[in-house]
């Protein structure tokens, strides 16, 4: 049951995943029985077990569904219905107004296929139809219209960070902030309940918050395909980028499938908002062709095709880097430079190419949703790359002994590349990477496999620290051989295993020579990591003291 805006709908919608072998195995005389039952008298259904006949399925499922609920009293219906990678198993959608009468119809379809090899199928689909005739009509949709102005961010990797960062932004221009994200819900910088709110609760919790004049909420994939969007729209959207994560789950086996999913956000914004792009990902670029919001798009290469397309015929707007200033760009108008990127630290002296993209989408935000252009530059300075502003994100720390810590989720391919290009920006000519490697359980075998042979590759010196606490269905020695496995591929095989990511950590320090960088993948111990690092005289790197390491790094 999803409650709000999803992949199917702008609004509240049922979700079926029907098995309908009863279908695609059927003979001959039943499977046209069923069509002539459900008004497709005219149809070839093609052999059972064909691709013809998966796709006869398609029709005839979204027929079925109208049928049953024209007979039950609803004429008019919207139905969507798509394959999967499995032939036998498709996935139905249709608006719901009435919590029971819609799950009724949900389950009365699925009683209908199961009759379908038997003789009387015709009156089993009457008899779905009364099921669904007689079933109470149960509660309306929960989905909320925001009363305050929303900004919701989304993307695979930097949503947490660009959200945090909006959140910020406005926190310092003075407005009361409520904002959801995977580490919890935040009254004006205060936790009000730990645990991942990245989901429509999130979103609702947010907006429900005492005295709250802005609502920023970090919407991510999960949340999106199994609930639905709490909310009816939003003011601003943000999507960072879109790679390969969570693949082999709810039905979303491509990154294809995964923009789609991601752009269910943006669909949402108001008309007169702004839906704020990375005009250098081309996926989340094509999201231009679904929105109705105005574009605004940023992009590191002020040349790019999608900023010169915007500002051109989109009457839109785009963020940029020149001459290592942040700037904001306007059709006719002159450039506006906002900050230099030395002067954010969150791009860690313009060494995180991620970091970048996260201030340039945060900026557009706060413009878009009408922040003032000083309260923007202010809190761009202001925001931090440690465990107070962006705790888990990219935090770095130095430890006696001239050894530099990185902290960071990295919890995919492109997250981990990120963490080992910013570890190999601050290691002094000489020195080493050490990497702490870990994965949770809920990815696919491959992308665990990928970490292993890109940690490997990139790093000097690698250890696995599990994450007992994001097995997810997996064992420590299913994920160790993954890692191993790809470690392997690039012929490395001396790595050492702990049970938890603090072990993994000191380990690693203790191997750690002056001038060494070690870095952490991080997601189950942060906390306990903090506590390691201060316990042995480590702090939290300043700015200042990250750019020394910058500009010795590459002196």
Known sequence: MLEGPNLYFPRAAVKLTLDVSTITEADDESVLRFARRISLRTTRPGAAGSGFRQRFALRAVERLVRAIAAEAGTKRLAVRVRPTSDADVLVVAFPWRNRGRARALGEAVAHALDALPAPDVEAAVSRAAE?????????????????????????????TTTSRMVAHIARTSGLVVGWSNTDGIYRDGVLVEAGDYSGPSGAGRALGLEGVQLAVTETARGGILLKGIGITRNDVSVVTNVTADHLGMQGIDTVDQLAEVKSVVPRITRRDGWAVLNGDDPRVLAMRSVISAQPWIFSRDPDSPAVREVLG????????????WITVLRPG??????????????????????????????????????????????????????????????????????ISVVMDLAHNEAGLEALLEIMGGVRRPGSRLLLGLGAVGDRTDELIDALGE????????????????????????????????????????DIDTFETEVECLAALVARAQPGDVVGLMCHAERQQAYDWIAARGGTADTPEVLSQKVRAASS
């Open 454 to 493: 890109i940690g490997a590759k990139g790093s000097d010196v690698v250890a696995i620290g599990h994450k007992a606490h994001y097995l997810r269905g997996r064992t420590m020695k299913e994920i160790d051989d993954l890692l191993r496995a790809g470690a392997a591929r690039v012929g490395v095989t």
């Open 333 to 402: 108008a002159d450039p506006d430079p906002l900050v230099e990127l030395v002067d954010v630290p969150m791009t860690l002296a313009g060494l995180s190419r991620f970091n970048i993209e996260n201030a340039l989408a945060a900026a557009s935000a706060a413009l878009a949703i009408g922040l003032e252009r000083a309260d923007v530059v202010a809190g761009l300075t202001s925001f931090r790359p440690d465990a107070e502003h962006n705790p888990g994100r990219m935090n770095f720390f130095s430890l006696p002994g001239e």
């Open 131 to 159: 099921e669904v005739s007689a079933a109470p009509q149960g509660e309306r949709p929960t989905t909320i219209v925001p009363s305050i102005p929303v900004v919701a961010v989304t993307g695979t990797n930097g949503k």
């Open 313 to 324: 015929h989109g009457g839109g707007r785009a963020t940029t880097v020149i001459d290592g």
